[in-house]
């Protein structure tokens, strides 16, 4: 299981997110670097951990509509490889990012136009450039469109998997930043049972290393990261001694 850490952009910014109230984001504030500048940021990331990928909420893009197309380019130039979500919502929005050299496309259930469109996607470009995210809050899909299948969490999966998703995300925004643990460990459980070949990433609520440790036994591909790593509560030592 590999760790994606996060950076959430809003002008120049990384910010803290918590329980994804985006109105409420503050500059990030961490014990690894003294600034909130994304490069920094990443090269400090780079420095103590050693990675090269990073997830990316593009908020300029989600909240504005004006993707962050120079602080991209500026990780871009300096190595690092980006896995963005800039609240797309069809296959011609995600033509800028594309120019701008994006290595994955974050696709979410919050901002996509619907399951005709995804499919329509994953027919025609290549399904390893793409990952859809299964937006939760509380547990309940927030969905852009009433075309999904909402009446479960595993029933938006099974769509999800009709359509030809191979990579998805399962974040539930609730858990973001608040220190409460992740709350999707039994639907991952499920997903992972009826698709041990699905590339399946959780994001929201990794507190510590421990956190980490269950959903590895789950079987989790990937979990995205965030304040546990500013705050020093999972350090590299801790990646290291567990076999991260």
Do not use: K
Request: with cysteine.
């Amino acid at each position: 299981m590999h760790i994606i850490p996060v950076l959430d952009l809003l002008g120049e910014t990384v910010v803290r997110g918590v329980a994804g109230n985006r109105g409420e984001y503050r500059p990030l504030v961490s014990r690894l670097t003294a600034s909130s500048h994304p490069l920094a940021v990443a090269i400090a990331l780079r420095d103590q951990f050693g990675w090269n990928r990073f997830y990316v909420a593009d908020l300029d893009a989600i909240l504005h509509g004006r993707p962050n197309l120079q602080t991209l380019a500026e990780l871009r130039q300096a190595g690092f490889e980006l896995w963005v979500d800039a609240g797309f919502a069809d296959g011609e929005s995600l033509a800028p990012l594309a120019a701008a050299g994006v290595d994955t496309f974050i696709l979410g259930l919050e901002t996509w136009r619907g399951p005709r469109e995804l499919a329509r996607l994953c027919r025609t470009q290549p399904a390893e450039q793409f990952l859809f995210s299964l937006d939760l809050r509380g547990g309940v899909p927030l969905a852009a469109s009433s075309d999904w299948d909402l009446s479960s969490p595993m029933a938006l999966a099974r769509q999800l998997d009709d359509c030809g998703i191979r990579r998805l995300i399962l974040l539930d925004l609730a858990d973001v930043g608040v220190g409460a643990g992740t709350s999707t460990l039994d639907l991952a459980r499920q997903i992972r049972q009826q698709r041990p070949d699905l590339e399946l990433i959780t994001g929201g609520g990794v507190r510590h290393v421990a956190d980490l440790l269950q959903l590895r036994e789950l079987g989790v591909s990937g979990a995205l990261v965030a304040s546990a790593l500013h705050d020093e509560r999972i350090t590299a030592a801790d990646l290291r001694e567990n076999g991260f």
